[in-house]
């Protein structure tokens, strides 16, 4: 096992701030479940076998009458046979609390932007996502991190971009939303505002993991990456009303360029929320999705070209993003219920819960194929 070296890259991102990291816990596997609607846990649910995906090549809905759902990153599929039952157990586990954190908030809160936060927060904390605690390694050895939220009802939206001692990062992106005349904050700048506004700072090593390490160093050495899966966490909500939210955050690309910043935290690329249209939230090639404007293209498909969520999503994921040189994926919801998760990598990890309590997590290539 490599070592984290106390080099003085390193070192310069140690300040003094300190807060311990908390424990990932991972809950009993799932693939469909039925959710009590008193919000209780799993224990007492009935376990299903996954809905079949919709055909590979096709434009259709994948779910209906869906008021949440959760993205965990676009890239390599994860392959059902080479994958242990706890590492599967651990990422159905992941998706399936933050789309019970969601949940929760919207019941208590009725707000899909608190909702769509709580679920990405679940997400932010999980060392297994590349967001939040579980963030990878830029060129120098730190981790700047990114994150948006926007909402439906009046395109109110807030965004921070390059951040460096915020736990949440999409906290921070909510509170530049709520409490501030600004969109998007970067930098020095927003770590500041997170921390005037309450949100208590962190170390940089609050966010190492041995895993995104290990990944920095294999690019380093210019070698495979062992890591499965790549790209964001996001989360899309649809209120009792129709009302829709979306969040994006993200620890951005391995080995990435000191200052990069990708389309998650910018409206209209990784993250988008129109009532009359669409709820977004993007993962994958970032320079790609920005260059395509990728989410607010999809509302416009939607608002000037009539198409469906389904239709819109798959010509901008499949048709018109690969053409600009990357892939990767979107989940989408409209203000009637109808979701789509298309993607032109190999896999996305994902799950929704629909208004009836049937919460559904993919995370294997066969559950989700890639929609070419």
């Given at each position: 096992m490599r070592t984290r070296p106390r080099t003085p890259g390193t070192a310069r991102l140690l300040r003094a701030w300190r807060i311990p990291a908390t424990a990932a816990v991972?809950?009993?596997?799932?693939?469909?479940?039925?959710?009590p609607g008193d919000g209780a846990g799993p224990s007492d649910a009935r376990a299903r076998t996954a809905a079949a995906p919709a055909p590979a090549g096709t434009a259709e809905p994948d779910a209906h009458d869906v008021?949440?759902?959760?993205?965990?990153g676009a890239g390599t599929a994860l392959i059902r046979e080479e994958t242990s039952p706890e590492k599967e157990k651990a990422y159905r586990a992941g998706l399936s609390r933050a789309l019970r954190a969601g949940r929760q908030a919207l019941h208590r809160k009725g707000d899909g932007v608190r909702a769509a936060e709580a679920a990405v927060n679940v997400l932010e904390d999980d060392?297994?996502?590349?967001?939040?605690?579980?963030?990878?390694?830029?060129a120098d050895a730190g981790h700047e991190l990114d994150a948006s939220v926007m909402r439906g009802s009046d395109l109110a939206a807030g965004a921070v971009a390059g951040v460096t001692?915020?736990?949440n990062p999409v906290t921070a992106a909510r509170l530049v939303m709520?409490?501030?005349?600004?969109?998007?904050?970067?930098?020095?700048?927003?770590?500041?505002?997170?921390?005037?506004?309450?949100?208590?700072?962190?170390?940089?090593?609050?966010?190492?993991?041995?895993?995104?390490?290990?990944?920095?160093?294999?690019?380093?050495?210019?070698?495979?990456?062992?890591?499965?899966?790549?790209?964001?966490v996001g989360a899309v909500v649809r209120e009792d009303d129709g009302d829709l939210a979306a969040a994006t955050s993200t620890g951005g690309l391995t080995n990435k360029a000191a200052g990069r910043v990708g389309d998650s935290p910018v409206v209209g690329a990784g993250t988008y929320a129109k009532n009359s249209t669409v709820a977004?939230?993007?993962?994958?090639?970032?320079?790609v999705f920005l260059r395509g404007a990728a989410t607010a293209t999809i509302s416009d498909l939607m608002e000037f070209g009539g198409k469906d969520v389904a239709k819109a999503s798959y010509e901008v994921l499949v048709k018109r993003l690969p053409k600009l040189g990357g892939d990767g994926g979107v989940i989408a919801l409209d203000r009637r219920g109808e979701f789509d998760a298309p993607h032109s990598s190999e896999g996305m990890l994902h799950g929704y819960?629909?208004?009836?309590?049937?919460?559904?997590?993919?995370?294997?290539?066969?559950?989700?194929?890639?929609?070419r």
């Amino acid at each position: 096992m490599r070592t984290r070296p106390r080099t003085p890259g390193t070192a310069r991102l140690l300040r003094a701030w300190r807060i311990p990291a908390t424990a990932a816990v991972a809950a009993a596997a799932v693939v469909l479940v039925t959710v009590p609607g008193d919000g209780a846990g799993p224990s007492d649910a009935r376990a299903r076998t996954a809905a079949a995906p919709a055909p590979a090549g096709t434009a259709e809905p994948d779910a209906h009458d869906v008021v949440l759902a959760v993205h965990g990153g676009a890239g390599t599929a994860l392959i059902r046979e080479e994958t242990s039952p706890e590492k599967e157990k651990a990422y159905r586990a992941g998706l399936s609390r933050a789309l019970r954190a969601g949940r929760q908030a919207l019941h208590r809160k009725g707000d899909g932007v608190r909702a769509a936060e709580a679920a990405v927060n679940v997400l932010e904390d999980d060392p297994l996502f590349n967001a939040g605690k579980g963030a990878v390694f830029t060129a120098d050895a730190g981790h700047e991190l990114d994150a948006s939220v926007m909402r439906g009802s009046d395109l109110a939206a807030g965004a921070v971009a390059g951040v460096t001692h915020v736990r949440n990062p999409v906290t921070a992106a909510r509170l530049v939303m709520r409490k501030s005349r600004h969109v998007l904050l970067a930098g020095q700048g927003a770590d500041d505002f997170a921390a005037a506004q309450g949100l208590k700072p962190v170390t940089q090593d609050y966010f190492w993991t041995q895993r995104r390490w290990d990944a920095l160093m294999d690019a380093k050495g210019k070698k495979p990456s062992a890591d499965e899966t790549k790209g964001t966490v996001g989360a899309v909500v649809r209120e009792d009303d129709g009302d829709l939210a979306a969040a994006t955050s993200t620890g951005g690309l391995t080995n990435k360029a000191a200052g990069r910043v990708g389309d998650s935290p910018v409206v209209g690329a990784g993250t988008y929320a129109k009532n009359s249209t669409v709820a977004a939230s993007a993962t994958g090639a970032g320079e790609v999705f920005l260059r395509g404007a990728a989410t607010a293209t999809i509302s416009d498909l939607m608002e000037f070209g009539g198409k469906d969520v389904a239709k819109a999503s798959y010509e901008v994921l499949v048709k018109r993003l690969p053409k600009l040189g990357g892939d990767g994926g979107v989940i989408a919801l409209d203000r009637r219920g109808e979701f789509d998760a298309p993607h032109s990598s190999e896999g996305m990890l994902h799950g929704y819960l629909t208004g009836s309590g049937r919460l559904v997590t993919k995370i294997f290539k066969d559950e989700s194929p890639p929609n070419r």
